[in-house]
């Protein structure tokens, strides 16, 4: 009896003595249906493991619109997620206190405005008095307003704008209840199937201010998470380097590709070449003026402001923030190589 309790208090006292597991930290990434590098690094597991090594657990949530991801950043449920410049610059003036930390995708051909055959929109200024469906303040709806009344001399109120998410569009476009919609893929990919391109973000970009998709963080986590920061960006930065060394030979039936479509469906042929649609900027051109770096003068920054100072004159925001710089923070793809 006594060699049985000897043998139990020995192992309390090794148990007592050995380290304490750390816990992995949960961490919800929130996504939407936009195709790119970002999500190849998804589907073959880098993000899950890189992070596991530094202590995080991943739990990847998809969104149907950057102002659902707005909302659940707001709401302290999504500490990290992808939202286009318009929707940053509308949730950062509306007080959610977000950094963008990395060019998802430089917009240009992959967000278009199509019209349906049959409707008699055959260019822009056909709209007037049609219906066309688009995600509010997103980087299609800040364009679609743009190209309205900047570029083509059109009141918006001289057009029924619908809001409605990328999938809602597809069904109202098989109905015939829209005339036209400005959208990305694969939202995209299935309108234009039974409708033609009339304008797109490259151009009304090129005669307003480019759009693109981001990545951005909550201020505190990214302050309070450091380690997570740098192995995400680190990821990041591996997975845009090799899109660049390699996307131009990418097929179909590659991995990279059919790992998108794993994640956001649609199909492989419709992921290659929506692909082929955006701009994908690696890490050091990520660092440059043209994109996060520079401060008030980097490009970020710049289209922020403008997109908010349009949303404020659109009547869709109050105020505008006094300097939109603190919103964009270079230092996870400055400090890559250190």
Same mark, same amino acid.
């Given at each position: 009896?006594?060699?049985?309790?000897?043998?139990y208090?020995? #192992?309390?006292?090794?148990?007592?003595?050995?380290?304490?597991?750390?816990q992995?930290?949960e961490?919800?990434?929130? =996504?939407?249906?936009?195709?790119g590098?970002?999500?190849? #690094?998804?589907?073959?597991?880098?993000?899950?493991?890189?992070?596991?090594?530094?202590? =995080?657990?991943?739990?990847?949530?998809?969104?149907?619109?950057?102002?659902? @991801?707005s909302?659940?950043?707001?709401?302290?449920?999504v500490?990290?997620?992808?939202?286009g410049?318009t929707?940053?610059?509308?949730?950062?003036?509306?007080g959610?206190? !977000?950094?963008?930390?990395?060019?998802l995708?430089?917009?240009g051909?992959?967000?278009?405005?199509?019209a349906?055959?049959?409707?008699g929109?055959?260019?822009?200024a056909?709209?007037v008095?049609?219906?066309?469906g688009?995600?509010f303040?997103?980087?299609?709806?800040?364009?679609?307003l743009?190209?309205l009344?900047?570029?083509?001399?059109?009141?918006?109120?001289?057009?029924?704008?619908l809001?409605?998410?990328?999938?809602q569009i597809?069904?109202?476009?098989?109905?015939?209840?829209i005339? +036209?919609a400005?959208v990305?893929?694969?939202?995209?990919?299935? @309108?234009?199937?039974?409708?033609?391109?009339?304008?797109?973000?490259a151009e @009304?970009?090129?005669a307003s201010?480019?759009t693109?998709?981001?990545?951005v963080?909550?201020?505190?986590? #990214?302050?309070?998470?450091p380690?997570f920061?740098?192995?995400?960006?680190?990821?990041l930065?591996? #997975?845009?380097?090799?899109?660049?060394?390699t996307?131009a030979s990418?097929?179909?039936?590659?991995?990279?590709?059919?790992?998108?479509?794993?994640?956001i469906?649609?199909t492989?042929?419709? +992921?290659?070449?929506?692909?082929k649609? !955006?701009? =994908?900027?690696?890490?050091?051109?990520?660092?440059s003026?043209k994109?996060?770096?520079g401060?008030a003068?980097g490009?970020a920054?710049?289209?922020?402001?403008?997109s908010?100072?349009?949303?404020?004159?659109q009547g869709?925001?109050?105020?505008l923030?006094?300097? =939109?710089?603190p919103?964009?923070?270079?230092?996870p793809v400055?400090?890559?190589?250190?």
């Amino acid at each position: 009896m006594k060699r049985i309790l000897g043998a139990y208090a020995l #192992a309390l006292s090794t148990v007592a003595i050995l380290p304490a597991v750390a816990q992995a930290e949960e961490v919800v990434v929130g =996504y939407q249906q936009i195709v790119g590098p970002f999500l190849s #690094a998804i589907a073959d597991g880098r993000f899950d493991s890189a992070l596991k090594d530094a202590g =995080y657990e991943l739990e990847w949530r998809q969104f149907t619109s950057g102002g659902d @991801i707005s909302t659940a950043l707001a709401s302290g449920d999504v500490p990290v997620g992808v939202i286009g410049s318009t929707g940053i610059a509308a949730a950062t003036t509306r007080g959610v206190d !977000l950094q963008l930390f990395w060019i998802l995708d430089d917009i240009g051909h992959s967000e278009q405005l199509v019209a349906r055959e049959g409707s008699g929109v055959e260019k822009p200024a056909d709209l007037v008095g049609k219906t066309v469906g688009v995600p509010f303040v997103s980087t299609s709806h800040f364009h679609l307003l743009v190209g309205l009344e900047k570029v083509w001399g059109i009141d918006p109120s001289e057009v029924n704008i619908l809001n409605m998410q990328p999938p809602q569009i597809v069904a109202a476009w098989q109905r015939g209840d829209i005339d +036209a919609a400005y959208v990305w893929p694969p939202a995209l990919s299935e @309108i234009l199937k039974s409708g033609k391109a009339i304008s797109d973000s490259a151009e @009304i970009g090129a005669a307003s201010v480019p759009t693109f998709d981001g990545l951005v963080v909550e201020k505190s986590f #990214a302050e309070d998470n450091p380690a997570f920061m740098a192995a995400f960006t680190k990821v990041l930065a591996e #997975a845009y380097k090799d899109y660049a060394d390699t996307g131009a030979s990418w097929t179909a039936e590659s991995p990279q590709v059919t790992g998108i479509v794993k994640m956001i469906g649609g199909t492989p042929e419709d +992921a290659l070449g929506a692909l082929k649609l !955006l701009g =994908y900027p690696v890490a050091s051109e990520q660092a440059s003026e043209k994109w996060l770096g520079g401060g008030a003068n980097g490009g970020a920054a710049k289209a922020i402001a403008t997109s908010a100072a349009f949303l404020e004159g659109q009547g869709q925001l109050d105020t505008l923030l006094d300097d =939109y710089a603190p919103v964009v923070n270079a230092a996870p793809v400055t400090q890559l190589g250190n």
